[in-house]
Every structure is written in C-alpha cells, then in structure tokens.
C-alpha cells in the first residue's frame, strides 16, 4: 500500500495568519513512531512558524511551541487536529497584544 493523503488543507485566519495541516496514512510507521501516519501541521504568524506538529523520521512525535520543542503523544488523527487548534487558540490568546 502505498501513502494516502487524508488531509491536506490550508486555513486563513487573518490577512497575517495561515495554518497548514497535511496527514497521510502510510504502509508502516515512519521511524520511531508506533503508528502508521505522517503528519505535519503549522501556524504561520507574519511568515514565521510559530506552532508545528510533525514526526520527522528519527525524531518522532514532537511539537514546536514558539521556541519550544516536546515530545507529543500521538493517539488519533482527530485528537492530534484538536490538540492543534487548541494551541492555535492557545497561541493567539498568549500573544493579542503583539
């Protein structure tokens, strides 16, 4: 089987704010992932990536907050998109005024 795109979108939020969220289900896990998706979500602020979901082979599952990198704790295509767009709220909450 090869890789099949379940999402592939891009939502405005402003005239400065776009995310972007791409998620295929692959044949097997990518490396040091237990599942078998691929995922990379981003919010771009003024051109700069301030929030991003992604499991790059080697590094797993981690997320981008800022400055800050952690591990995520995969469990769903749906959760991972809701985890997402809480940060995104979550984001735009913390930094209103900027």
């Known amino acids: 089987m090869k890789a099949v795109q379940l999402v ?4 405005t939020y402003s ?4 995310a972007e ?9 990518v490396a040091v992932s237990a599942h ?7 919010y771009v ?4 990536s301030v929030l991003r979901y992604d499991n790059e ?12 990198e952690r591990a995520y704790l995969f469990t769903t295509p749906e959760q991972l998109i809701a985890d997402f767009q809480h940060d995104i709220e979550r984001w735009n909450h913390e930094n209103r005024n900027a």
């Open 36 to 42: 078998a998706f691929k995922y990379r979500l981003v």
């Open 21 to 29: 969220l791409m998620l295929w289900r692959l044949a097997k896990p």
């Open 45 to 48: 602020v003024r051109g700069v």
């Open 15 to 18: 005239e400065t704010a776009f």
């Open 57 to 68: 082979a080697g590094k797993g599952d981690h997320r981008h907050f800022g400055n800050d």
């Open 8 to 11: 592939r979108t891009r939502i």
